[in-house]
């Protein structure tokens, strides 16, 4: 599935998107389990619009974009458990990020056709910084997705730049790097979007008639330590890959909330 050449783009790019990781039966259970979790969340009057706020676009155009985000989606339904320990996902990321691959959070993003949120250009290190900068987030396409429903764009070779300021620690001033600057990655629901945390990246909103579906989880190396107490999700810390050499070091620090 990766190829030595594979592994040079993504150390180079900072991305690599691998084709056809889950076949149709995977990506029609997983599907269906978003579905679930926005059913789920409705009923529990937590389904309140996610989309990113901010300067990045105007506030006529942003307050009519809609994302229907939710966290840890991996405690939610099986068929995301399966998908994050999947041989296939376990295989990639056993060569981009080395034998020991741990998870660190996962979400889904789901922007609704019309009028599906955008997001601003930005890094994901600021918001769960660790020492090494082995965190990737492997981004799951559940619909085919281009230019026009808001696709993922990144800037090849921007990791190398290292950690770079975030307005308000959020996002990338949007003059210096307008959303469409970046490159688009089109992609076919069961492809898989690999990129590091340091990759500048972003979307535009969906203005398609189709629903684009995201999941994303984040995954890192165990013996790469996270340099603020901060960010800890449920399912932080399970093993997709080989050993933890450091079990002792960093724990999650769970809270029972009301
Ligand atoms: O789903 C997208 O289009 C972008 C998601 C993203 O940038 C993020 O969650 O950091």
Same mark, same amino acid.
């Given at each position: 599935m990766v190829r030595v050449e594979d592994v040079e783009f993504y150390k180079e790019n900072g991305y690599l998107l691998v084709k056809g990781v889950f076949n149709q039966a995977e990506v029609d259970q997983m599907r269906e389990a978003v579905e679930g979790i926005i059913r789920r969340a409705a009923q529990a009057k937590q389904d309140s619009n996610a989309a990113w706020q901010g300067d990045f676009l105007p506030p006529e155009q942003l307050k009519k974009l809609v994302l229907k985000g939710f966290h840890d989606v991996h405690y939610h339904d099986a068929s995301f458990m399966r998908a994050a320990i999947h041989p296939n996902m376990v295989e990639v990321l056993s060569r981009l990020i080395g034998p020991n691959v741990q998870i660190h959070h996962s979400k889904m993003l789901v922007k609704p056709p019309e009028n599906g949120a955008a997001f601003p250009m930005h890094q994901d290190y600021p918001y769960f910084p660790h020492e090494k900068h082995t965190m990737l987030a492997a981004s799951i396409h559940l619909d085919n997705a281009d230019e026009e429903n808001g696709c993922l764009r990144v800037i090849p070779g921007?990791? &190398?730049?290292g950690e770079l300021p975030h307005v308000g620690a959020h996002y990338l001033n949007h003059k210096e790097?307008?959303?469409?600057?970046g490159t688009l990655c089109e992609a076919e629901a069961g492809d898989v979007l690999f990129f590091n945390y340091l990759t500048i990246h972003g979307s535009s909103a969906n203005r398609s008639e189709r629903t684009r579906r995201n999941v994303l989880i984040q995954y890192r190396d165990p013996?790469?330590?996270?340099? &603020?107490?901060e960010h800890f999700d449920w399912g932080m810390g399970l093993m997709v890959s080989g050993e933890n050499p450091n079990f002792d070091k960093v724990k999650p620090n769970f809270k029972i909330v009301d």
């Open positions: 921007s990791h &190398k730049q790097y307008p959303i469409t600057d013996a790469d330590f996270p340099t &603020k107490n």
